[in-house]
């Protein structure tokens, strides 16, 4: 049985340059880096961002890494609104920034020769409609898998909790209308919002996953944790993701311990791979 390929979010190591960071996850044995663009880690507004592009994607040939890019930074948009603007907020310059930046980090992952680019729908603001928020929503989706296909890239849809999409119901009430669409299915959401155990989830998506996120959670609760922290079954969950034969980066998201980056990143492959190596005992 070959070992899954693991990947760091860099949204874990906010406080390491990024050529350290990157360091830092290949030393570790990832096989594979999720590039959360962010103003201090590859700003996607910044200027040469062809050239920029060039040298991150010979970096990471150099080093070994396959690419997933995220696009979850927090004030990259709007300095005073977490997350703002999204693909539903009222204001259209305000959906069209986003458009703009997504359009950016599907830029940045067919010039990286990414494996996909992950996003997601983003909360209705009170006293949006939410009728009209989901015309919103479609729209932009189906421009945006319209760009990637242009471009060659996987475009993958996140179900987040709290957000317009929220499940992998409602993604595939989404995916029924953009059927290029795939799924970026993040494990510990499923124990958030408590539709499905992850090795279900894993096994009824097999061949709809554009990546896959994994940490630790409790169920109920949204908060990102390092595995053995939460209610994850990780043995059972790795299992799965064997399997359905799953060739994509696994991406690790600690987005809330880049406080102790150095030490959670190693630590995190070796529980993984201490996992996945009970599986063949």
């Known amino acids: 049985m070959s070992g899954l390929r693991y990947a760091f979010n860099t949204n874990g190591c906010a406080h390491h340059r990024l050529e350290d960071a990157l360091e830092l996850i290949a030393e570790s044995g990832y096989a594979g880096v999720a590039l959360t663009l962010d103003h201090h880690h590859f700003d996607p507004f910044a200027p040469d961002l062809e050239k920029r592009a060039a040298r991150l994607g010979g970096r990471l040939v150099e080093m070994g890494l396959g690419l997933v890019i995220e696009t979850g930074a927090r004030?990259?948009?709007d300095p005073r609104e977490k997350h703002e603007p999204t693909l539903v907020t009222a204001d259209p310059r305000g959906r069209s920034r986003r458009m703009d930046f997504l359009t950016r980090a599907l830029d940045i992952a067919a010039l990286c020769d990414a494996e996909a680019v992950s996003f997601w729908a983003g909360a209705p603001r009170p006293g949006v409609d939410r009728e009209r928020a989901m015309g919103w929503l479609k729209w932009g989706v189906a421009e945006l898998t319209r760009r990637a296909q242009a471009r060659g890239v996987t475009l993958a849809l996140e179900p987040e909790p709290g957000h317009m999409i929220e499940t992998c119901d409602d993604w595939q009430a989404l995916r029924e209308e953009i059927p290029e669409?795939?799924?970026?299915?993040?494990i510990g959401?499923?124990?958030?919002?408590?539709?499905a155990e992850p090795p279900h989830a894993i096994l009824?998506?097999?061949?709809?996953m554009g990546t896959v996120a994994i940490e630790d959670m409790q169920r109920g609760v949204h908060v990102?944790?390092?595995f053995g922290?939460?209610?994850l079954d990780l043995p059972s969950t790795l299992a799965a993701l064997h399997a359905v034969e799953y060739r994509g980066l696994v991406c690790v998201e600690l987005s809330r311990d880049s406080h102790r980056a150095h030490h959670i990143i190693p630590d995190a492959i070796a529980a993984l791979k201490a996992a996945e190596g009970r599986?063949?005992?």
């Open 75 to 77: 004030f990259l948009l």
């Open 181 to 186: 669409l795939t799924l970026a299915l993040d």
């Open 189 to 195: 959401h499923l124990l958030v919002t408590g539709e």
């Open 204 to 208: 009824s998506h097999r061949d709809l």
């Open 224 to 226: 990102h944790r390092m």
């Open 229 to 231: 922290e939460g209610d």
């Open 279 to 281: 599986l063949t005992d």
